[in-house]
């Protein structure tokens, strides 16, 4: 039992250490420029690559002090510095949503690069500090690195506690998030500050890297990348703010991971299934989602939410006819064959996952509710429609994606955009290792994990060219219903909620039953996609189609692409999911540019950092700058109007003038 | 902190506080400005001379809060200059303008809602007064932020947001001073009490702009008076005079 | 400054002498904030038809007390009654169906829909939720449509001209008018003001008032708060003076306006600071 506490303390103690310094990373980049980074990983990860490139011996065998200091002091507020100027900067007022997605583009371009300038094919090593060389406490052996690591979060805890809270450096940091404005008035330069923020957020991501490094089985890109979860989650044990909470997540969490791994190798638990050793590794995420669920925001400190998107509002009668003309170009295409099997099989493909953008677009662009997880949850609808067949598994699986989504929900409620965005990929992440995964927790899932699962097509539309139609029909009925709801009430309810909910519950509004209805009918929407794509795909379907980082199609660019296309637009869709299909056949007809095509996602995300409103809204912009130029409305004239009727009766409003109204506001009332 | 090398406004040869005519302080020529297409600001003339309160008056939608934003950096104008102590500033950073001595205490929104009270002083050190000196004076003005110093400025009142941007500005010594509706949200004794102090201040030397639509308190504290609607100054003179003209903007037609 | 002040006790006999319950009633509600009370045992009522003042000085709790009556704040002990019905466990959005409407001293408009939206959203919502069992405030039919009650409440705040505006896009004062007629919209018994003159010019102010006055004509309850204490003591049948988070004196506007304690914790001519 002895060896069992020792084992408990000396080991989680380092893990956690390590843990702790990525997270007070998280936390100090979050508290200093207001972005959460889901890239902090991925730099921490180039960072890491950079010092192994450096100083090992199968490299340039530079020694590791300099190599080390080079990559702390000098690598990394480097990158933070372009970061800011290239990324960041430019963020400064876009929604909470854009930045997310660029730091997530930032994430997929970081892990292409590393892709390409360090091969999977080598296996590297990062070497210990110190390497073999170890004290014994109490009996165990601890080694140098260890140490080190400790030190430097103890050290790092202190420090940034002390710049944060107790320097005027620190409080400017934080005073640029809450008002960049404001804090030019104080007299401080917001731009530099926001420089001085990110170059100390990416030095302590590379530290974390470095620490973390030696201690994984695999030294690669993505292993590394989404080891920040477990940063995530003891972030979250802080509400992003607490350092001290901080510590005490990492800590947690270490030592749940210690105990389950310690409790597999001494078999406690016979040969439970699915093992404890699987449960470990699924611990950070459950962590994640536990403490998301649990945590109460502390309303007061928080900041108001900006959501800078402008929602064009197109009729219903122009969506409906662009979406006739769409699918009268699928009926073309798939009918004349001009196109290989190899493209069909590409757009079809593009043409479900459009459902699913089609959902983001209701839950994102137009309720301001951020999902990771709709690829995720578009797989539950793929598995049931596997099990299943055809038409009772669609319905099943769109009924289930539905109650599923309206779940997830649950503790989004009461949260903002971020958290939520953290809950759903948390969830996601869930679904891929426990559902989907390997090591699935019902054995039968099997073939569904490796990719091998067969679906079937609904009777009369087994054929291609038939299937290809009907995707493209549903694509553009989900399209013209979702405007149609767009326009009335509904819309105009989620637009509401998006702005003020304060407002909207003081005008009687019952924001959750309003929440559970859009999350679930958005999952729907994703689950009908993702059924659908399992039927195109025929066979073959499984975790990859559905998974969130890996695959060729992966959730987390899906998002990307959606938002880049315009996630406040039907059409929007449209544009995202031929993005999303071109890119990957353009990389495998032209091998130059396969690499490129590979970064493309991750790169377009962050040029979206310039465009924050996507393709369409752009194009839908200067359409109306160019009338409105035309019908000129001084609105300056308007208030001198205030006041003059006299008496302050009006009389009753006549059909004809309450049309005209309508007219001139240019709005569909009545349409 | 100032890297846009102006030199500091307070440079006391510029003008002295007897002189009969002083040289402005701040001065506006022909400034105009927009948001996105549509122009805000017409050709707008100001000039606030040393040591004096200027209220510029106007109905809702004037273009009053836009003047101040031209004037502190915020907003670029698109035609015109603005001239501090006879430089032209026109297009200086806001940072920048600060540094000189040039404080603005915006409508509505002065605080840093999820930073404490003291914290909050604490950026306005970066005017280059002490922690300290900031915090005793700003207590002494209002003694309800002292008691709430580890407070976050977002979940005070009203009232105490507003009173907490004031102190800011009171207790840095600026040379020149910007407020954008001041009274707003504010008791009225209190109210009456930061008048007097803006007033106080002005004595010292201190060129002050105000910006309010209500008149009555800040005519009773201005040396000049201005009249702005829909983007252009109709009229500029003597408080009492421009009382009469507001009656007759204003209320006129009841 | 601790001695119970006698008019203030919570019961509703004292204060209207008929046997109908007060349409809004607060008895002593406290709510706590860490170490901070912001509202201190507070207790007042409101009738319908009549305008009924809040005033007190910075921090004296108003806000926190519209808070606690709409919902949005749970109080710490304490109760509201809504024409004699408890409804201190009510969610907001419950509230609200009853015909309880506010605005807010910080706004919260919908800004990115326009000023018309921003009504008809309400107008909607109160039809789904069976609130046309209230008559309108604006001169239509009961059962007419929402477009046109809308367009009627417009007309009436005077926002006619600026319906298509974005709601974001507008300076304070009209940023004010659309939030009342927002909450007017929802067809309410009771409408909790905010500082709604705050950002107002004089003359708008003179016509926000009368329409205030005209409101109350048909029978709204209306509670004030505003600093804009002329105003107030123009329109208003009865005041209650809020300071430290307790009633420190209520009655009439020439009571009120007469009583030392209100003369010196707010209307005075005392300096506040120290320096
Ligand atoms: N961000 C903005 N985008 C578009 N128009 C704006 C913006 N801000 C202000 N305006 C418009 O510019 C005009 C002038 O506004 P400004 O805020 O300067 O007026 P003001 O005189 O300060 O009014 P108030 O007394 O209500 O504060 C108004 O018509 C307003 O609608
Ligand atoms: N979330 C909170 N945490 C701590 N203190 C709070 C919180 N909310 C309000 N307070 C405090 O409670 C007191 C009452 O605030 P409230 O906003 O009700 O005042 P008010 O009467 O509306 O004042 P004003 O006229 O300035 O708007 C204030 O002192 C305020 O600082
Ligand atoms: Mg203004
Ligand atoms: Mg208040």
Known sequence: MEDVLRYLVIFALQSAAVYAVAASGLVVTYTTTGVFNFAHGAIGMIIAFSFWQLSSSAAWDLPVLPSLLFCLFVLGPAIGWLLDRVLMSRLGGASTITTIVATIGLLVALVSIAGIVWPQSQVRRVPDFFEGESITLLDVNVSYHRIIALVAAIAVAIGLRALLFNTRLGTAMRAVVDSPDLTALNGANPRRIGSVSWMLGCSLAGLAGILIAPELPAFTPVALTLLVIQAYAAAMVGRLRSLPLTFLGALILAEIENGLALAQAKEWAGSFSPSLGDLAAAAPVLMLLIVLVVIREDRAALRPERFGFKVPRPSVASVAVSMAALVFVAAVVSVTGVFAVGTMNELGKGLALGIVMLSLVLLTGWAGQVSLAQLGLAGVAALAVWKLGPVTGLVVGVVATAVVGAIVALPALRMRSLYLALTTMAFALLLERVVYGENALVESFQPFASGNARADRIPGLEGDTAFFVFLAVVFGLVAVGLTVIRNGHFGRRLAAMKDSPAACATLGLDLTVTKLQVFALSAAIAGLGGGLLAMWKVTSVGRTDFALLEGTLPGLPLVLVAVIGGITSVTGAVVGALLFVCMPLIGSRVPALKDLMNLAPGLAGIGLSKNPDGAVLQVAEAIEEARAARADVDPLAAPERLGTDGDGTPGRITADEAALLDDELGLSWHR | ?254 | MNDPVAPDSPSPAAVSSSAVPPLLELSEVVVRFGGNVAVDGASLTVDAGTIVGLIGPNGAGKTTTFNVITGLERPSSGRVRWAGDDISGLAAHRRARLGLARTFQRLELFGSLSVAENVLFAAELCRRQGGTVRPPVVDVAPDVDAVHETAALLERVGLGDLAATRAEELPTGLARLTELARALATRPRLLLLDEPASGLDERETERFADLLVELAADGLGILLVEHDVPLVMRIASRVFVLDLGRILASGTPAEVQRDQRVIDAYLGAAPVGEV
């Open chain 2, 1 to 254: 902190m100032g890297d846009s090398g102006l030199p500091p406004v307070g440079d006391p040869g510029l003008a002295s506080v007897g002189d009969p005519v002083p040289a402005p302080v701040l001065e506006l020529r022909g400034v105009r400005a927009s948001y996105g297409r549509i122009e805000v600001l017409h050709g707008v003339d100001l000039s606030v001379a040393r040591g004096s309160v200027v209220a510029l008056l106007g109905p809702n939608g004037a273009g009053k809060t836009t003047t101040l934003g031209v004037i502190s950096g915020q907003l670029p104008p698109t035609a015109g200059d603005v001239y501090l102590a006879g430089r032209r500033v026109t297009g200086a950073a806001s940072d920048a303008l600060a540094g000189v001595g040039l404080c603005t205490v915006p409508e509505g929104r002065g605080v840093f809602r999820t930073l404490t009270v003291r914290e909050n002083l604490r950026m306005a050190t970066y005017r280059g007064v002490r922690l300290a000196e900031v915090e005793e004076r700003a207590y002494g003005l209002f003694p309800r932020l002292g008691e709430r110093r580890h407070q976050l400025a977002g979940t005070m009142s009203g009232g105490e947001q507003q009173m907490l941007s004031l102190a800011r500005a009171l207790v840095t010594d600026p040379e020149v001073l910007l407020l954008d509706e001041l009274s707003m949200g504010l008791a009225p004794m209190i109210v009456d009490d930061l008048y007097q102090r803006v007033r106080a201040v002005a004595e010292q030397g201190v060129s002050v702009l105000v910006v309010e639509q209500f008149a009555r308190t800040v005519l009773g504290v201005a040396d000049v008076a201005a009249i702005m609607s829909t983007g252009r100054i109709t009229s500029v003179g003597s408080p009492s005079a421009i009382e009469s003209e507001l009656s007759d903007a204003y209320l006129g037609a009841s």
